[in-house]
């Protein structure tokens, strides 16, 4: 199968870990586009604002840092750059420019106009992968469009049933979007199967205000909107229950920060 587009040397190297192989990889613009009609999830209101056809144009710029940097905490919590090297450090990659990058294969869950996933390719050497994968076109779009660099791929798909082969990936990212999915224990799982064996995950998402009446406001209203706010302990306890080790977190005001490692198993004597 030849792909003919400005990023289809990424993406020939995407077939592989494909499952199952697809029949055929859609013609969407410098995206794989494996999400068919019928298996697209039904949009909740805050899902079809990320649907909107502007957003995209303005995501990275204006809505992102103004959005997540007040929910950090903003001026006190880590600005945008200093998130993504948090990112970098816990998925155990290098620092932009660094020497000796790895050659890791890294998935970019709801990576949106691939301003994470561009990021993080920066810790990665080209001899590696990124995959950033969304479900909204115009996203995916705009993220081929503002990607230069060679080992970075894109594709559409649902992240709550992942079109990977069980561990394909040294990592796995998913920023600002748990909280938007329908079935967010389930995307969990998906990423953790992806995952290699000693793999490391790292998830940004809401955290709902730890005060038990403001707390129950702010969820029912989030709720109506069709998103999710997570307990301090929630997302950590269901990765602690599928057996990941190394679980840590950050809290901040709107925000937190959680990351963890899939266990290898142990050699038979
Ligand atoms: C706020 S953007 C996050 C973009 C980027 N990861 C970041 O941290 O800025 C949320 C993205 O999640 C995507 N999304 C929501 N539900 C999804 C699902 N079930 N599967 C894949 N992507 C999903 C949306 O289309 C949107 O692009």
Known sequence: MTLSTARGAALERILPLL??????????PGYLDLLAPEDAPVPSPAQR?????????????IWRPVGFNLAKGWPIGPDTAAEHALARDWLGLGGPGAAGLPAATVLDVACGPGNVTRSLAAGVAEEGLVVGLD???????????????PHVGY???NAVDLPFRDGSFDAACCF??????????????????????GGRLVVLTSRRPPLPVSGRAAGALAGRAGLRLFGDREVTGFLEGRGLTEVRRR?????????????VPAARP
């Open 135 to 149: 479900l909204a076109a115009g996203m995916l779009a705009r993220a081929a469009e503002d990607t230069t660099a």
């Open 49 to 61: 604002v990320m649907e909107w056809t502007l957003l995209p144009r303005i995501y990275e710029r």
């Open 155 to 157: 594709v559409r798909g």
């Open 176 to 197: 600002g979007a748990l909280y938007l999915i329908d079935d967010p224990w389930g995307a969990l799982d998906a990423m953790v199967r992806v995952l290699k064996p």
């Open 251 to 263: 809290l901040y005001p709107g925000l937190q920060f959680v990351g963890a490692r899939k266990p």
């Open 19 to 28: 499952d199952p192989p697809p029949a055929s990889t859609g013609r969407s």
